[in-house]
């Protein structure tokens, strides 16, 4: 068995945590959004995956056991380029890049801004092209108790599937655990704030940027993720019988390798085993 390693590296803004593990190739993974979220989300996957690639799990800045509060941040700026600060003080000249959801949107900007730092490109269930703000994305009110957020883990599963009593209980842990760091209820109000106002948001949606990534890469998401523009996607994908390059949409990646899982926006907690082998069969050139 694979052993995982949680680490802590202090970078210009503060204080990163972030869960290694493996040997070889390096794969950065990157969380999604919401102040509850951490590296741990990708706790099922880590250990397929680093049987084969040296996994980087990082709490992007503002989120789990790093610092949570800075004074110009969180912003989308701010986080792409502590991503690229991370690797340097790893000693990561380039890695594959895995994101799911908002890590998804930040890893699409770091393949479009430094294409030299990226191998390949994996977008797992990403953000960045739905227009307005997925639901639950903002402020919470209060924070949620244990019970809460067990009942969210489970209520996030789609309906093909029941999650598992052990990864509710573990994402649930993981997640408490996130919300009780010093300043995390506000932790992401800056970005909160670009992603909240259309003017702002705008300036760092995909559609322009997406059509222009030159790395290899993976999309995939679920028939049940109901952000945009995947019911779209599912729709088209359906009628081309999977061939994407002929798309009508400008903002599909050219040349990615497209695929729809029978999960909801958590591919990677509904079929982790498949997940993996989706992954690494991409990784290692078994697939185009």
Same mark, same amino acid.
């Given at each position: 068995?694979?052993?995982?390693?949680?680490?802590?590296?202090?970078? /210009?803004? @503060? #204080?990163?945590?972030? !869960?290694?593990?493996? +040997? $070889?190739?390096? %794969?950065?993974?990157?969380?999604?959004? &919401?102040?509850?979220?951490?590296?741990?989300?990708?706790?099922?996957?880590?250990?397929?995956?680093?049987?084969?690639?040296?996994?980087?799990?990082?709490?992007?800045?503002?989120?789990?056991?790093?610092?949570?509060?800075?004074?110009?941040?969180?912003?989308?700026?701010?986080?792409?380029?502590?991503?690229?600060?991370?690797?340097?003080?790893?000693?990561?000249?380039?890695?594959?890049?895995?994101?799911?959801?908002?890590?998804?949107?930040?890893?699409?900007?770091?393949?479009?801004? /430094?294409? @030299? #730092?990226?191998?390949? !490109?994996?977008?797992? +269930? $990403?953000?960045? %092209?739905?227009?307005?703000?997925?639901? &639950?994305?903002?402020?919470?009110?209060?924070?949620?108790?244990?019970?809460?957020?067990?009942?969210?883990?489970?209520?996030?599963?789609?309906?093909?599937?029941?999650?598992?009593?052990?990864?509710?209980?573990?994402?649930?842990?993981?997640?408490?655990?996130?919300?009780?760091?010093?300043?995390?209820?506000?932790?992401?109000?800056?970005?909160?704030?670009?992603?909240?106002?259309?003017?702002?948001?705008?300036?760092?949606?995909?559609?322009?940027?997406?059509?222009?990534?030159?790395?290899?890469?993976?999309?995939?998401?679920?028939?049940?993720?109901?952000?945009?523009?995947?019911?779209?996607?599912?729709?088209?994908?359906?009628?081309?019988?999977?061939?994407?390059?002929?798309?009508?949409?400008?903002?599909?990646?050219?040349?990615?390798?497209?695929?729809?899982?029978?999960?909801?926006?958590?591919?990677?907690?509904?079929?982790?085993?498949?997940?993996?082998?989706?992954?690494?069969?991409?990784?290692?050139?078994?697939?185009?």
């Amino acid at each position: 068995m694979t052993k995982k390693h949680e680490k802590f590296i202090d970078l /210009s803004l @503060g #204080r990163r945590r972030y !869960l290694e593990a493996g +040997n $070889g190739t390096p %794969l950065l993974m990157l969380h999604g959004m &919401g102040i509850k979220n951490s590296a741990d989300t990708f706790e099922p996957i880590i250990e397929g995956l680093a049987q084969q690639f040296h996994v980087y799990a990082l709490d992007m800045l503002g989120w789990g056991k790093g610092v949570r509060t800075i004074p110009e941040g969180p912003t989308f700026d701010l986080i792409v380029d502590d991503i690229r600060e991370f690797m340097d003080e790893i000693g990561i000249a380039k890695a594959h890049v895995a994101g799911h959801s908002a890590g998804g949107w930040m890893a699409a900007h770091l393949a479009y801004q /430094s294409p @030299g #730092r990226v191998i390949k !490109l994996i977008l797992m +269930n $990403g953000a960045g %092209l739905n227009g307005t703000p997925s639901p &639950g994305v903002g402020a919470l009110a209060k924070l949620p108790t244990p019970d809460e957020l067990r009942e969210a883990v489970r209520q996030s599963f789609s309906g093909a599937s029941e999650a598992p009593a052990a990864l509710v209980e573990s994402q649930a842990k993981a997640q408490f655990e996130a919300l009780s760091q010093p300043g995390a209820q506000h932790s992401l109000d800056a970005l909160l704030h670009q992603m909240l106002t259309p003017a702002i948001r705008a300036r760092y949606m995909l559609q322009r940027r997406i059509g222009k990534i030159s790395v290899p890469a993976l999309v995939f998401w679920g028939t049940g993720d109901v952000m945009d523009p995947y019911p779209t996607w599912t729709r088209e994908f359906e009628a081309l019988q999977g061939d994407m390059s002929k798309s009508s949409k400008p903002w599909v990646i050219p040349g990615a390798r497209c695929v729809l899982l029978p999960t909801g926006h958590n591919s990677h907690w509904e079929i982790p085993e498949h997940t993996v082998d989706l992954m690494t069969d991409f990784l290692q050139g078994r697939v185009a």
